[in-house]
Each structure stands twice: as C-alpha cells, then as structure tokens.
C-alpha cells in the first residue's frame, strides 16, 4: 500500500528554520495536489499550505504567510515545506496530505512528523 512519509521535523529556537519534505513509498499515487496540515496538542488539525499540480498555484493559512513556503519536488507527488522564522505557536505534529480523489478534499494522509520551537 502506498504511504506518504513524512521528514525533516525536529527541535529548533525560535527564529529558526526547518524544511518538511514528503513524498509516496512505493507506486506512485495519482493526485490533483497535496498540502499540508498541523495538530497541536489540545487543538485541531488545521490548514497550513497547499499546492495544485495545475498551474502550480499555492495557497497558505493567514498565520503562516510570508514565512511558509510550500513546493514541488521533481519527483511526482513530492512536496516541501519550507519553514522560516518559526514561533513557539508553530510547534505542532505537521502532516502531508493528497487530494486522491477530487480537487476539493484532502483524502489521503501521511502520519506526520513533529516540530517543535522553543522561545
């Protein structure tokens, strides 16, 4: 069965950066684009960035614009996050997702990676 993998997480100071890469074990997935999300303990997973292979068009949470930066690999269905100026409010389990089956939902999940930001 096909996953997506998430790395590149770890522990970093506040002010500091980290990229997240993602990409499908084994076949490749056939996707309309993929994003990715954060969960912090006791909330809600929530939007953080996403990308569509069409066009190439991005779109990103309000609390992370202009210091998130999401992209496309060469390889198919491989995506980054770039993650600038990060905060102490970024520290979350962050997790890559695909749109397998239509441009509006993310149906497919990898099992995430953490970041944590220490002030």
């Known amino acids: 069965q096909v996953q997506l993998v998430e790395s590149g997480g770890g522990l970093v100071q506040a002010g500091g950066s980290l990229r997240l890469s993602c990409a499908p074990s084994?076949?490749?997935?056939?996707?309309?684009?993929m994003g990715w999300f954060r969960q912090a303990p006791g909330k809600e997973r929530e939007f953080v960035a996403g990308i569509r292979w069409g066009g190439n068009s991005t779109n990103y949470a309000d609390s992370v614009k202009g210091r998130f930066t999401i992209s496309r690999g060469n390889a198919p269905n491989t995506v980054f996050l770039e993650m600038n100026s990060l905060r102490p409010e970024d520290t979350a389990v962050y997790y890559c997702?695909?749109?397998?089956?239509?441009?509006?939902?993310?149906?497919?999940w990898g099992r995430g990676t953490q970041v944590t930001v220490s002030s």
């Open positions: 084994g076949r490749t997935l056939s996707t309309y684009g």
């Open positions: 997702a695909a749109q397998r089956h239509s441009p509006r939902n993310y149906d497919y």
